[in-house]
């Protein structure tokens, strides 16, 4: 009775081990897959009244301490995504992207949207400097501005009040040093910032504002796109 009690207590484990084993090797095989999915999941109801609050938030503006974007970083974030303040929306036809802006550069929100990269930026004042992941997946964070966006493209913002309009008129790579990218200026611009495919530097999208208009009064093609889901999808 005693060997057959030892026989099934070890089938027990040994069911138990390769249970764990297959699961471990699942998630190994299925990491990008994973990852794509949590990402794509975090999709914020961003309104004019939850953007002016967080606008008015502390947040963490440190790009320097921002991590690569790994499984563990985007579970993380995925878990603390009430940690993240959206302040409004982004949206280039052309790219296909369509993202919520955040405040600040912390791991957890530019795990999972744009993140704005000074304390006292606003939309269609002087740069408007943005942050974003550029990862394999080419739907997915600011991963269409590597592939698909160029000089002439259309780049929308909104902070659920009004719609500010911009059109790309620098492409170029950088230094990943060139943290003067993120300066105010004269000029109301936009910039937006992202690794380029080898993440040893950074691809630098800037545009001009050309127009400003009520979020009510922008074209209806253009509503829409701020209604519909976001582009991690």
Known sequence: MKN???RQFSKWLYRI????????????????QIKNYMVSSYQPKVTAKTAANNDRKKANFNFKNAKSLNFSTVAKARLNSQKILPVGQIVVPKSKIHLPIAKGVANTTLALSAGTMRADQRMGHGNYPLAGHHMVRKDILFSPLYF???VGDTIYTTDMKKVYTFKVYRREFIAATRVDVV????SNIITLVTCDATGARRLLIRGRLTHTAKLSNTP??????????????
């Open 4 to 6: 057959k009690g030892r």
């Open 148 to 150: 698909k966006t160029r």
């Open 183 to 186: 300066n105010q200026t004269k």
């Open 220 to 233: 209806v093609k253009v509503q829409k796109e701020f209604a519909a889901k976001f582009n991690n999808k």
């Open 17 to 32: 081990g390769l249970t764990l084993l297959v699961l471990i090797s699942l998630g190994l095989i299925f990491n990008q």
